[in-house]
């Protein structure tokens, strides 16, 4: 059997594919834990702009936010009209649906970092034709089912796409290592043009586009530098003038962002953790199934340093920060996924006996099973909203009453916003001063003392699921 009758059948590929996708949808039919940022912060201002009714935070009155991602969720909200979808809840899902598919993608990147940090551990120059497939189809295989990537596909946070380009950018930039040639100053480039992109999608994530940079300073590859620099200001002057066009000023949120939360520490309002806190979290996630990947990553520390640089890198850097959330570090798991998958593959790499071969892939498979299972044990461990999707599936439900003139919430944070509410009617915050006022004909209670409030108002209950009450009058 040759080197080349070795590589992996297409049909494997379009199989882990098509598990990845179905992973994710799973994920997103499952509906796990919402975060309010989801609808406040990417879809409600969006929503604010297409329909005239809408909830701003805070952060859209200070500017500190960009129109980019929230603009293009306006688009494909529009886009979802044309199609039929009814407004509200069922446009929020469709955009969720719709990450869940783009998520999908991790799969290339982990075969591409894979196949890369591979050919750098075993020597292996751009124009040698023989790939590094054992490290990309781990690399595949683990990024199709890894669960903290699955949880996290379904999401309309920043998060998500701020990591797929800040990761797919330190990939490109390992490919383009070994090859000074045209083609390694086009990866180059689109490197560049994804890590920009990545941090102007998320400000928080910038310290990561440094070591691509050091990286490429530390090989002395000048014109990849060079390209690389090229393809950053792209995006860079993209995001300028989007804020120009919508905050009246260029670079308007960036500047708003700096002053709002490094100059002011003004997320410090809204919680703060101990220095270990994330730490705790990804050891919840993970156990010692971090700890092996970590092992086997440093075990070709040579050619990984860049990727575990960037992941624990991004933990130290945001354990420093008083405010903590886990999506914050959610690249940590696709740079060590990278690192540990093509030191693997590059051990397999080195052995052409067909039986020791054998053995290491049987080997390989229950290890990426038992990581995955390790996985998944640690996301279970995640705070099930249920309550806050029966508010969302409650304000749904009142939304399609033809009779609603206005609506009150007694619980504000874990609702839907006007993002899950499909009328133009209004939606207030509940209190007990709101209820003679007969345009609110319809109230959303968490709380029994607010049900029983709005029952001496001359309300009555007509649906109750668990602590969830919808009353009308």
Same mark, same amino acid.
């Given at each position: 059997m040759?080197? $080349?009758?070795?590589?992996?059948?297409?049909?494997?590929?379009?199989?882990?594919?098509?598990?990845a996708l179905v992973a994710r949808v799973v994920a997103w039919w499952l509906r796990p834990e919402l975060h309010p940022d989801e609808l406040f912060q990417y879809v409600d201002p969006a929503v604010h702009r297409l329909r005239g009714v809408g909830w701003q935070t805070w952060e859209w009155h *200070?500017?500190?936010?960009?129109?980019v991602l929230t603009g293009y969720h306006g688009a494909w909200m529009v886009v979802a009209g044309w199609m039929?979808?009814?407004?509200?809840?069922?446009?929020?899902? =469709?955009?969720?649906?719709?990450?869940?598919?783009?998520?999908?993608?991790?799969?290339?990147?982990?075969?591409?970092? #894979? *196949?890369?940090?591979?050919?750098?551990?075993?020597?292996?120059? !751009?124009?040698?034709?023989?790939? +590094?497939?054992?490290?990309?189809?781990?690399?595949?295989?683990? @990024? +199709?089912?890894?669960?903290?990537?699955?949880?996290? #596909? $379904?999401?309309?946070? %920043? *998060?998500?796409?701020?990591?797929?380009?800040?990761v797919t950018s330190l990939v490109l930039v390992a490919g383009a290592i070994g090859d000074s040639g045209t083609?390694?100053?086009?990866?180059?480039?689109?490197?560049?043009?994804? #890590?920009? %992109?990545?941090?102007?999608?998320?400000?928080?994530?910038?310290?990561?586009?440094l070591v691509p940079l050091i990286w490429l300073l530390a090989r002395r590859r000048w014109r990849l530098l060079a390209s690389f620099g090229l393809g950053g200001l792209c995006p860079v002057l993209?995001?300028?003038?989007?804020?120009?066009?919508?905050?009246?000023?260029?670079?308007?949120? @960036?500047? $708003?962002?700096?002053?709002?939360?490094?100059?002011?520490?003004? +997320? !410090?309002? @809204?919680?703060? *953790?101990?220095?270990?806190?994330?730490?705790?979290?990804?050891?919840?996630?993970a156990g010692l199934? !971090?700890?092996?990947?970590?092992?086997? !990553?440093? +075990? #070709?520390?040579?050619?990984?340093?860049?990727?575990?640089?960037s992941a624990v890198g991004l933990v130290v850097y945001l354990s420093t920060q008083a405010h903590k959330e886990e999506r914050f570090v959610m690249s940590f798991w696709p740079y060590l996924l990278v690192a540990a998958c093509g030191v693997a593959g590059a051990w397999l790499g080195r052995r052409p006996q067909p039986e020791v071969r054998r053995t290491l892939w049987i080997g390989s498979a229950l290890v990426a099973a038992l990581l995955s299972l390790d996985g998944l044990r640690g996301v279970m461990r995640l705070s099930w909203n249920d309550h806050g999707t029966l508010l969302r599936d409650a304000q749904s439900l009142v939304a399609r009453q033809t009779d609603v003139t206005g609506l009150l919430l007694d619980e504000f944070y874990d609702s839907g916003a006007y993002a899950a509410f499909g009328r133009d009617v209004p939606m207030l915050r509940y209190g007990v001063e709101c209820l003679p006022n007969p345009i609110f004909n319809y109230v959303i209670a968490g709380h029994d003392s607010t049900v029983e409030e709005a029952e001496r108002a001359g =309300?009555?209950?007509?649906?109750?699921?668990?602590?969830?009450?919808?009353?009308?009058?």
């Open positions: 040759t080197r $080349a009758s070795q590589v992996p059948s297409p049909r494997i590929l379009w199989a882990l594919a098509a598990l *200070e500017g500190i936010r960009s129109w039929g979808t009814p407004r509200g809840l069922p446009t929020f899902l =469709f955009l969720q649906l719709h990450w869940a598919v783009v998520s999908t993608a991790w799969l290339v990147i982990g075969w591409a970092g #894979g *196949e890369a940090v591979g050919r750098l551990l075993l020597g292996r120059a !751009a124009d040698d034709d023989r790939t +590094a497939w054992e490290g990309a189809l781990l690399g595949a295989a683990l @990024f +199709a089912i890894y669960p903290p990537l699955v949880v996290y #596909g $379904a999401r309309t946070l %920043s *998060e998500v796409p701020s990591s797929m380009c800040l083609r390694g100053r086009a990866r180059a480039l689109w490197a560049g043009v994804l #890590g920009a %992109s990545g941090v102007c999608l998320r400000l928080a994530s910038g310290p990561l586009v993209l995001f300028g003038a989007v804020d120009w066009a919508t905050w009246n000023r260029p670079f308007g949120s @960036f500047l $708003a962002y700096v002053r709002v939360n490094l100059v002011e520490g003004r +997320a !410090a309002e @809204f919680g703060v *953790e101990g220095p270990l806190w994330y730490v705790e979290r990804l050891w919840d996630r199934g !971090a700890v092996v990947l970590l092992a086997v !990553a440093c +075990a #070709g520390w040579r050619a990984t340093w860049p990727f575990l640089a =309300f009555r209950t007509i649906r109750r699921v668990r602590d969830v009450t919808i009353l009308r009058r």
